[in-house]
């Protein structure tokens, strides 16, 4: 049942919540470390998930875990990339703090990740999938990588799977997905706008596989303390699905029909910033994409559905953590895009559930502005270790006293690749662009680069983002006031942040902090050893 902050409980918290945060055992007063399942998807939209009003969603596991647990209304991801949202979650530190801003950079091994901490407070750690950590083709399986006892990754399925030689059990007139081009391919291939399945089986894609072991790994550690994180593929273009999610067969979702979807309309303003790559899509290739897009979140809500089974067998449910969230959302036609690499709302918006059913509220709707890093900090409160040094989230726990708590004045995330990023508070967003760089990840506009340009919306009353304010002189103490913000964001959090003259302009530092230059990790350990050593 959904209770919102009046059907709280007043007067304190109850014995099982108060004993949940103190780690106290509802049968007695013997300390408990509680387990954790982390499971990260790959940009789920929020109109694809139905406990966020996904009226079309098919996410039964996805809406459980949400009545069950604690969910964030408005939670904004890092950074709308993969391995840099990933990896931002996993260490409480922005992409541009931890030098890492574009996909396949190593992480530095001084920073601390949650499996760290873990680690250390004599948990079992184990990553399964996905976790954005690019260098796994130079290690084993088996060996410690960044706190984790054991990290089964994407080399690990092409391995078993792909290079076993056996042929997929498919129907043979069965028609798959080809061979996935993207930017070279028309987008309405590489989109999959006609919905076709990948030529798997359930029981052969990547995702199901790291289900799977994940399932082994928690009956194989039942009684000890584990930390789990499973990094889903899913939902991620070209959408994939395997061919039992068509055939309509008895437990898989419904076959999704593209007349119900209507891709929105992109409005004047959005002209100058529709990639080139979406302009020839029809509008009945939008409907297919977003069916595609559509069955791929119902594939992705049957491993859900699995991790969560394997909880009530071993009944496991009332000792642990589960936290769900995305690497950012994505647009289903907003803007007239097919994509997350922006930072329309739709894009960096992320679902964000947290369950623990002996330490948290159930069916509690919290609306406060939160980022996804503030899952480590968050989750060391929950289980009562102390935060590490350096964290840049903040710890949720007075949302789960009071769903209308303020947590943030406001919200940070940029994409490095375009040179842009946006803050935004409970009404306003901003997001600037220093205009400098080509993109090179094939979404250009038509246009070259402008030079710097900034966007004021009132989400309040333009929640479409359609309307550009910046030049309203009603609102140039707002668009003054969220500069300040941004720029005091990256000064607190960026390496050069104190290394430019006073005498410096807010373009020019913008300039500087917004470049996708992975070169800052090194300027950071830099100044980390000299501040050790007691140099200036």
């Known amino acids: 049942m959904i209770r919102s902050c009046h059907q709280l409980l007043v007067g304190g918290l109850s014995l099982g919540l108060l004993g949940g945060f103190l780690g106290i055992s509802r049968a007695g007063a013997q300390l408990i470390q509680p387990n954790v399942v982390l499971i990260m998807a790959e940009g789920h939209a929020l109109e694809a998930y139905g406990a966020y009003g996904g009226s079309q969603a098919w996410t039964p596991h996805l809406d459980r875990l949400a009545a069950e647990g604690v969910r964030f209304t408005r939670a904004y991801c890092a950074t709308p990339t993969s391995s840099p949202s990933r990896l931002a979650l996993l260490t409480g530190r922005s992409p541009y703090s931890i030098g ?9 091994h001084h920073h601390v990740t949650i499996a760290d901490v873990l680690k250390h407070d004599r948990y079992v750690t184990a990553g399964f999938g996905r976790l954005g950590f690019p260098d796994e083709i130079q290690r084993q399986a088996t060996q410690p990588f960044y706190g984790f006892d054991l990290w089964i990754a994407e080399r690990e399925y092409f391995r078993e799977i792909v290079g076993s030689g056996l042929p997929p059990a498919i129907p043979a007139a069965a028609r798959v997905q080809s061979a996935w081009r993207p930017l070279r391919d028309p987008a309405r291939l590489w989109l999959n706008a006609e919905a076709l399945p990948v030529g798997q089986s ?6 199901t596989l790291f289900v799977g072991q994940a399932v082994a790994f928690i009956r194989q550690n039942y009684d000890r303390p584990f930390f789990v994180v499973v990094g889903l593929t899913q939902p991620e273009a070209p959408f994939r699905f395997p061919v039992e999610h068509v055939l309509g067969r008895p437990g898989h979702p419904p076959r999704f029909d593209p007349a119900n979807f209507d891709s929105p309309e992109p409005g004047p303003a959005d002209e100058e910033t529709i990639p080139l790559a979406y302009r020839d899509l029809t509008p009945e290739d939008k409907a297919g994409i977003t069916t595609a897009y559509f069955t791929a979140v119902a594939y992705l809500d049957r491993s859900v559905g699995a991790l969560l089974r394997v909880l009530d067998e071993l009944r496991l449910n009332e000792r642990t953590i589960v936290i769900y969230a995305a690497t950012s959302g994505y647009l289903l036609g907003q803007h007239g895009w097919f994509d997350r690499h922006a930072l329309w709302e739709p894009a960096v918006r992320a679902p964000l559930v947290i369950r623990w059913r002996s330490g948290l509220p159930e069916g509690l709707i919290c609306g406060g502005l939160v980022e996804l890093t503030d899952v480590f900090p968050t989750l060391c409160g929950l289980i009562g270790r102390p935060l590490p040094p350096g964290l840049e989230g903040i710890n949720l726990r007075p949302a789960f006293n009071d769903p209308e708590a303020r947590l943030r004045s406001e919200v940070v995330a940029g994409y490095p690749e375009n040179e842009e990023a946006m803050t ?14 080509r993109r090179q990840d094939g979404l250009r506009a038509p246009d070259p680069p402008p030079g710097p340009s900034e966007r004021l919306y009132d ?4 929640p479409g983002e359609t309307r550009n304010l910046a030049a309203s002189p009603e609102h140039a103490a707002v668009l003054q006031g969220l500069r300040a913000r941004l720029l005091e964001r990256f ?19 913008l300039d500087l902090y917004l470049q996708p230059r992975e070169i800052w990790a090194l300027v950071a350990e830099q100044v980390r050893a000299r501040r050790d050593l007691g140099a200036p």
């Open 424 to 437: 935004r508070d409970a009404r306003y967003k901003l997001i600037y662009s220093t205009g400098k760089r």
């Open 491 to 509: 000064e607190r959090t960026h390496p050069a942040g104190t290394g430019l003259p006073e005498t410096a302009t807010l373009e020019e530092k």
């Open 202 to 207: 359930e029981g052969r894609l990547p995702d």
């Open 459 to 462: 989400l309040l009353v333009d």
């Open 100 to 108: 890492v801003t574009r996909d396949f950079t190593s992480l530095n």
